[in-house]
């Protein structure tokens, strides 16, 4: 779903999204409740549905998250990932390129959840992929409110470069190493001070 409203501020009105995406109130409405549950809309003073802001505490608890539950699946994903899986993590990293270079940041964000989601998946671990799935949308939250130097697209691919370069060489410690590194950079992490200007935010609904 892609909301045309900048996070914290505006009503989404369920008739206004239903004329956007060509649809009835009530696809639409289940939409929004999904949303609502999963905490990524909220309802306002007025009672309207809004998008969520994210707070700084809230991106240091994601944060924390992604690096506990990521760094089990590099670990286990040393171990046990295919060639053949390595190899379509550096497809994902040539398509990231394409889209940094040609597409926009829309394109490249899709890539990096995949990629993420893939380590996950090859590592085995089915219950931590689906959490991981879970908290994506807030993952998505945080890096639209940043304001970002579109170079950062590039910054972003080469820490994924270390990342399955080491995943390759089957060195956990390097791996986890690429992977604290890639989280805590700040353009990644969506820590900037300066909040970004309005802008769509796009919300994936939970499969």
């Known amino acids: 779903m892609t909301i045309a409203k900048p996070t914290g501020r505006g009503a989404l009105a369920e008739d206004d999204l239903a004329a956007r995406v060509g649809s009835s109130r009530t696809p639409v409405r289940q939409a929004l409740q999904l949303l609502l549950q999963e905490g990524l809309v909220e309802v306002g003073p007025r009672r309207q549905v809004i998008v969520r802001g994210v707070t700084p505490e809230l991106r240091d608890e994601i944060l924390l998250v992604r ?103 089957r060195d956990v410690d390097a791996a986890l190493a690429a992977l604290s590194s890639h989280l805590h950079t700040w353009s990644y992490a969506g820590r900037e001070e300066v909040a970004a200007p309005a802008q769509p935010t796009r919300l994936r609904e939970s499969p």
Do not use: K, N, W
């Not at 994903?77 to 398509?95: G, K, Q």
């Not at 689906?130 to 590039?154: C, E, K, T, Y």
């Open 67 to 169: 690096e506990s539950l990521e760094g089990v699946a590099v670990r286990r994903a040393c171990e046990v990932m295919t060639v053949e899986e390595i190899d379509y993590l550096r497809l994902l990293l040539m398509r990231q390129r394409r889209a940094a270079e040609t597409e926009g940041e829309g394109s490249f964000i899709d890539l990096d959840e995949e990629f993420h989601l893939r380590i996950a998946e090859g590592a085995r671990l089915p219950l931590l992929h689906r959490f991981l799935s879970q908290i994506r949308g807030f993952v998505r939250l945080m890096r639209v409110q940043a304001r970002r130097d579109p170079s950062h697209m590039l910054e972003v691919l080469a820490e994924h470069e270390e990342i399955v370069d080491a995943l390759e060489r």
